[in-house]
């Protein structure tokens, strides 16, 4: 842990310079390599009469003029610079300070004051803060790599696991194979469903349900799995 931090001034945690760069250039840039070097590739696999989808190396392939690649760079370039403000859009710029932790996704930013937060921890990729009864009190894609967040969270004394404490009270969920209650079944249910229809404000909506209720979920795939909240 670290040492009196109230003095300190809250540490922002974004991309690196060069992470920023990757994020930024990266996908246009792969749109653009794309839109040049697939039509000569693909008109070298026709020429050996490569066995699979061979048609669709001959359509590729019959892109040969400068004007006709040059649109091909136009369209996956833009479509390249489409996912970078997506990925910026998505991802989350964590500030950490000794009263507050402030997490801004866009356009929304949230702050949890720090008496609220019982466990930090890292599940995958995402950045996981849960209360001292283990509600979840944000999950997210972070900008900052683990290391650098770990390192800060840590020096500020909040309470950094290596992984999620609870991993090991997840149950697979299967409808009516449990002894749920009534209630918890029909959310799960319902979440199901959303899940199903690929609407993740209303599978968020329904894992507060979940909550209040006294029951965490968790996504493995199209798998729901659940555990009851644990107070620390």
Known sequence: MGGDTSGREPTVLAFSPAGR??????????????????PILARWLAGVHFPVLGVVWRV?????????????????????ALISVEIVRRSTRVTVGAGEVRLRTGDREVA???PQ?????????FLVILDRESRR???????ADSGPLQKTFMEY???WHDADPFTGLYRPWTPGGEQLPVAV???????????????PREAAELRDSLEKLGYAVRDDGDRQLWRPLVRS
């Open 21 to 38: 760069v990757l994020v930024l250039l990266g996908p246009a840039l792969a749109g653009v390599l794309v839109a040049v070097l697939a």
């Open 60 to 80: 590729a392939g019959a892109v040969d003029t400068w004007w006709e690649v040059a649109v091909q760079v136009l369209i996956l370039a833009v479509a390249g």
């Open 112 to 114: 949890v004051p720090r």
């Open 117 to 125: 937060i019982d466990f930090v921890f890292m599940d995958g990729g």
């Open 137 to 143: 009190l944000f999950h997210g894609e972070p900008q």
């Open 157 to 159: 004394g909040y309470p």
């Open 185 to 199: 079944e029909a959310v799960l249910s319902a979440r199901a469903v959303a899940l199903r229809k690929k609407a």
